[in-house]
């Protein structure tokens, strides 16, 4: 991994994570070596409650929701973050889309 490099996380519901994961890895994030699209995922259970004003993609205002999720894990250059937060979102079925950002040290 060369250059200065930032470690992506999103939480996503299990029936678009191919998507967002596509979409993070086809404007260059997840490249280590001669290897596109590495990431790692885990499976979990996102909760939240719809407040009034929000237009959840599911669930309804004022009750608690649960949905099926994977928190997926990529890698990317700094001066591709723009383009891989644009590409998340644009994947993402949720109003609100949950994107942490952590610089990251590269061990060779």
């Known amino acids: 991994m060369e250059g200065n490099l930032r470690y992506i996380i999103t939480f996503v519901p299990e029936t678009h994570a191919?998507?967002?994961?596509?979409?993070?890895?086809?404007?260059?994030a997840g490249?280590?070596?001669?290897?596109?699209?590495?990431s790692f995922s885990v499976k979990g259970t996102g909760r939240f409650i719809?407040?009034?004003g929000a237009h959840p993609?599911?669930?309804?205002?004022?009750?608690?929701?649960?949905?099926p999720e994977e928190?997926?894990?990529?890698?990317?250059?700094?001066?591709?973050?723009?383009?891989?937060?644009?590409?998340?979102k644009?994947?993402?079925p949720y109003e609100e889309v949950p994107i942490f950002i952590f610089p990251l040290e590269n061990v060779e």
Request: contains cysteine; proline residues 2%; glycine residues 10%.
């Open 18 to 28: 191919v998507a967002v994961r596509l979409a993070m890895g086809n404007v260059g």
């Open 31 to 38: 490249k280590i070596g001669n290897y596109t699209h590495c």
């Open 50 to 52: 719809p407040q009034t």
């Open 57 to 67: 993609a599911l669930g309804k205002v004022g009750e608690i929701e649960e949905v």
């Open 71 to 88: 928190r997926i894990e990529m890698v990317c250059r700094a001066e591709l973050l723009n383009e891989v937060i644009t590409a998340i």
């Open 90 to 92: 644009k994947a993402h």
